[in-house]
């Protein structure tokens, strides 16, 4: 049996103040709780949150990194301060990042690459546009996104990274896919894992996102080939988030 894993993406939300208010109640909530829980905050909140979090069940992601360790790229951060700072996991290629920052397959398995050199495990982001969905070439380009993702991954760097199956139509609209429709996507995920790594694919923990809330948690995470979630808007509020982690 595969464990379950749920993962908050804060996105660009919360001040270093608001994390220690989330974190003063959130600790308290879920601290009985047995599936793995990570929380991917905005940079400036990681010291906070890794501070707060130590001895706790609660591990601690960023949302991005560089592929490069240090270097004239203002802005950016590299995965060597990452691992410095003690964080655990990071969210490689969202499909935000994708849309709006430009990143493309190649730089996405750049990042996996650079983030695993320095121990993160990625949390891997992949899924189709509405339009994709519609002409029925969900399949085809979700599992050329894993392949390309993985260019070069060998099969223990693999048990190291999750996959985040996110539907570009589901995230942030309220529109959440069918639990059929997204155990569907995450099987086809499963199955191109086996073509490449072989039985490695049945370890690999392979999360839906889009639209997750308290009310839907279970009946997605209880499908046979989702093993737990990536959830943004619903993480922003302990008692919600501790709902959905708990389903
Ligand atoms: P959402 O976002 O839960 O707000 O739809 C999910 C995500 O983008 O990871």
Redesign the pocket.
């Known amino acids: 049996m595969r464990r379950k894993v749920i993962a908050g993406?804060w996105?660009m939300n919360k001040t270093p103040l608001e994390t220690v208010e989330f974190l003063k109640k959130f600790i308290d909530l879920i601290k009985d709780v047995e599936h793995d829980i990570i929380l991917c905050v905005p940079y400036i909140d990681l010291l906070v949150a890794l501070e707060l979090t130590k001895n706790t069940n609660i591990k601690i992601g960023a949302q991005n990194v560089h592929f490069k360790d240090s270097g004239a790229y203002t802005g950016e951060v590299s995965p060597k301060m990452l691992q410095d700072i003690g964080v655990e996991y990071v969210i490689i290629g969202?499909?935000?990042r994708r849309a709006y920052y430009n990143e493309t397959d190649e730089s996405v398995n750049m990042k996996i690459k650079a983030a695993l050199e320095h121990e993160l495990k990625p949390i891997v982001?992949v899924g189709e546009t509405l339009e994709q969905r519609e002409v029925g070439v969900t399949k085809e380009f979700v599992t050329t996104q894993i392949r390309n993702a993985l260019i070069g991954i060998d099969a223990k760097q693999m048990k190291k990274i999750i996959i985040?199956y996110?539907p570009i139509w589901?995230?942030?609209?309220g529109k959440t896919a069918s639990k059929e429709d997204a155990n569907e996507v995450c099987h086809w995920i499963r199955e191109e894992l086996h073509t490449l790594y072989g039985d490695v694919a049945d370890e690999i923990i392979i999360q839906y996102?889009?639209?997750?809330k308290a009310s839907n948690a279970k009946e997605l995470f209880e499908m046979s080939d989702i093993d737990g979630g990536?959830?943004?808007?619903?993480?922003l509020e302990p008692e919600e988030f501790t709902r959905i982690i708990k389903f």
């Open positions: 993406n996105k969202h499909s935000e982001c985040a996110e589901a995230i942030g609209t996102g889009g639209s997750v990536l959830v943004g808007g619903s993480s």
